[in-house]
């Protein structure tokens, strides 16, 4: 029987409605795409659609989860076949219907469709040309394969399986004696998918044992000698990279990638300049702090002897114990003066809810100053610390330094970020994640708040403008290491004695730039970034298109963008679904 059903909503719960979505919000100006696009359902799906992949053809561990693992050339397969599949979705979508954030959102997920695309074909490429190091790793792929569906294997012949990957492991190990040194690239490559074997095998391994009364009789023992030998296989194959730590008396380990990767790396990010373009707008900017620089220290009666400025400047160190009242006072300090110059509305729950906590010892040795996020990071001085290390890390958190950053890791900076990126297209986030919308909006407001004369005395001139010569000096030395013409201890140097760092700090901020985990353009994506936005705020703001206000919320709402893309969407570009990128937003001075 076919019944129809209605409802009739009481009178109250309309009015409460009306309460609280009241009429005068206007609704013709709560515009959908506001909020998303209809390209949205495509970055989703696609997003989801890759977890599925590398879940089902990734090592499945025992309980709940998934561990991330170096793909098998049967997931990477699948994975091309996906990436492909969305592209052609993309060729039949109606692109000419889109709005300028649409065709944004359809420019990016393609370019990065492509990008995954050459990513994999490399990853295929590179496992068929160092297969030759791992002869075993398919007998592991087979044996995971057939767990996956849960057929029933029988013990003995797992057992026989797993002897001879044994002995076609101790055949590597011998093989590596005839080797010299293997590429840190490639030695990384057979690293990841080692793990990957490892993972795979002991997921098989945790699915049957002790389920399975054969396998459990055959299989341990050897299981365990398998384990074994692929942990000293890695260990053996890591003695021979080519990975250099230089003996420049810095001991820090690192491999410059060559100026044709870093164009290329620049081209991908949309950045319109070469390293040589950006070499020089560092020498620019840099320039300009030194100028700067000057006038401060002469208003403080030390002539052109700015480092004596700067040292009286180091040494207004709070006493141990206070560095965490002295955040709350830069903090208050800097909303009070976005409120007054109407700067931004900051929302009351993001103002509300940032945290503190203490940065420990280790972190510190490559985070010499405080770091932000959901919270803020201090750096500062611990009892386990040496006399020496105490005086560096105080010297180089004082207030005047500090002024300039800790609204760069709070509000309106990296806080606020993810306060915002959770609430306003948050599809974006992870799609297009890049470091020059991450620190380029940060460092924005760094540029912003000294432009706005946030620092009223000399003392704090010169701290923030420590910190705008700390980001041209990073995009100087991390070039110039990068295409090979600097060591570390000259990047150490360099920093010590143009910029002005504690040889501790400077270490410290070149060790994490060239040993951690960070983009070879991660360091020189401050600046750039930031320079950037400025750039459109001159083209809006300056141009009394928009408010302050305005134009920083409507920033933030995009979430990550490249920041031409960002460019393109405020000012109601029209695109083309093949746009390259061309925007030149600097303007050098010859």
Known sequence: MNRSFSFKAPKTLFYGLLFLFP?????????????????????????????????????????????QAAASPEQLARLQRLDNEYLN??????????????????????????????SLEEDESNYKRLAMYLPFAQ???????????????????????????????????????????IPDADVNFLTALLNSLDLRITSTFDFYNGYDPEFTWWVPAIFQQVKNKLSDYKEKLGAKSDRK????????????????????????????YTATDLLQLADQEFKWCEAELLKASREMGFGDDWRAAQEKVKNSYVPIGEQPELIVKLY??????????????????????????????????VNPFFTGGREISISYPTNTMDQQAKLMSMRGNNPYFSRGTVQHELIPGHHLQYFMN?????????????????????????????????AKTPEERIGMLFWRMHRCARITFSIKFHLGEWTPKQCIDYLVNRVGFESANAHGEVKRSFEGSYDPLYQLAYLVGG???MRIKEEVVDQGKMSFADFHDRVIKENY???????????????KPDHETNWKFYHFNN
Do not use: C
């Open 139 to 181: 007998r592991i792929f087979t044996l995971e394969k057939e767990r996956r569906r849960g057929k029933r294997l029988a013990g003995e012949d797992v057992a026989k399986e797993l002897t001879l990957v044994v002995g076609e492991i101790d055949q590597s190990i011998a093989a590596l004696q005839g080797k010299t040194k």
């Open 531 to 533: 320079l950037q936005l």
């Open 332 to 365: 208050n300090d800097a909303q009070q003066f976005i409120e007054q110059n109407k700067l931004m509305d900051i929302p009351e729950l993001a103002d509300e809810t940032w945290g503190m906590i203490m940065m420990t010892p280790e972190r510190q040795r």
């Open 245 to 272: 730590v230089f003996d420049d008396g810095s001991q820090i380990a690192g491999v410059p990638i060559g100026e044709k990767d870093i164009n290329r790396r620049l081209k991908a990010e949309m950045i319109s």
């Open 89 to 118: 979705k993309l060729d039949k979508f109606p692109y000419e219907q889109l709005e300028t954030s649409g065709q944004v959102d359809f420019i990016l997920l393609k370019r990065k469709l492509k990008s995954d695309l050459l």
């Open 422 to 454: 959770r609430r306003y297209k948050p599809y974006r986030e992870e799609a297009f994640n890049t470091p020059f919308w991450t620190e380029g909006w940060t460092l924005y407001w760094e540029l912003l708040l000294y432009s706005k004369g946030f």
């Open 561 to 575: 963008l490249p920041m031409e893309m960002l460019r393109a969407i405020i000012r109601g570009e029209q695109l």
């Open 23 to 67: 009429i005068s919000m206007h609704a013709q100006k709560m515009k959908l795409y506001d909020h998303t696009t209809p390209i949205e359902p495509f970055i989703v799906q696609y997003k989801h659609d890759v977890e599925a992949i590398n879940y089902f053809y990734g090592p499945m561990p025992k309980g709940w989860g998934n561990q």
